[in-house]
């Protein structure tokens, strides 16, 4: 027997509507200033509702940072499980993951930056595409698949750490590294 769920009133999606033009004003303002500039104020000033009203929907800058991320994460995770369908899942899913990085840097930093800790992000979807990819790929090789867990986390943490070295040290997104002597290096793990 289905479930029925009562629809949603006309009040409840016009909230729904305007918290997410609150997050997709903040998410513009985020990529324009920047995390520390980023104001409250400005956000309700450029949504046309007051402060308070903002407020109402969400108690703090944080937990505002917090949706945008959320829906980063889908996004991002959404990208990555497009890359699965490569020649080679684990390099593609690698190679996108890089790329994510360095064409959408604040968001990516959002995610992984400052204020968040890896093992937070241990469970999210992104983490999970690894661990998804590599497993497929060994149960095609007849892999032990309790060690996929284990694989894809160094995989993982190699993806990730190349990311953040080509945003911080290597000139940032506007001097990458090339992508095919990325994908050489990926490879080989």
């Given at each position: 027997?289905?479930i029925?769920?009562?629809?949603?009133?006309?009040?409840?999606?016009?909230q729904?509507?305007i918290?997410?033009?609150?997050?997709?004003?903040?998410?513009?303002?985020?990529?324009?200033?920047?995390?520390?500039?980023l104001?409250l104020?400005?956000v309700?000033?450029r949504?046309d509702?007051?402060?308070?009203?903002l407020?109402?929907?969400?108690?703090?800058?944080?937990h505002l940072l917090d949706e945008i991320a959320?829906?980063v994460v889908e996004?991002f995770a959404?990208?990555?499980q497009?890359?699965?369908?490569?020649?080679?899942?684990?390099?593609?899913?690698?190679l996108a993951y890089?790329e994510?990085a360095?064409?959408?840097?604040s968001d990516?930093?959002?995610?992984?930056?400052?204020?968040?800790?890896?093992?937070e992000?241990m469970?999210?979807k992104?983490?999970?595409?690894f661990?998804?990819?590599l497993?497929?790929q060994?149960?095609k090789?007849k892999g032990?698949?309790?060690?996929?867990a284990?694989?894809?986390?160094?995989l993982?943490?190699?993806?990730?750490?190349?990311?953040m070295l080509?945003?911080t040290h290597f000139?940032?997104?506007?001097?990458?590294?090339?992508?095919k002597?990325?994908?050489?290096?990926l490879?080989?793990l």
């Amino acid at each position: 027997m289905a479930i029925s769920r009562k629809p949603e009133s006309g009040r409840q999606k016009r909230q729904a509507l305007i918290r997410q033009q609150f997050v997709n004003t903040a998410h513009e303002l985020l990529n324009e200033v920047g995390r520390d500039k980023l104001s409250l104020r400005e956000v309700a000033r450029r949504t046309d509702y007051s402060p308070a009203a903002l407020y109402e929907y969400f108690d703090s800058k944080n937990h505002l940072l917090d949706e945008i991320a959320k829906e980063v994460v889908e996004r991002f995770a959404a990208v990555l499980q497009n890359a699965r369908t490569g020649q080679e899942p684990l390099t593609s899913v690698s190679l996108a993951y890089v790329e994510f990085a360095c064409n959408h840097h604040s968001d990516f930093l959002l995610v992984f930056g400052e204020r968040r800790s890896l093992s937070e992000h241990m469970s999210s979807k992104i983490y999970q595409v690894f661990v998804n990819t590599l497993a497929f790929q060994e149960s095609k090789e007849k892999g032990d698949l309790a060690k996929s867990a284990k694989k894809a986390y160094r995989l993982w943490i190699a993806v990730h750490g190349l990311a953040m070295l080509q945003l911080t040290h290597f000139g940032g997104v506007e001097n990458k590294t090339s992508y095919k002597e990325m994908g050489s290096f990926l490879s080989g793990l």
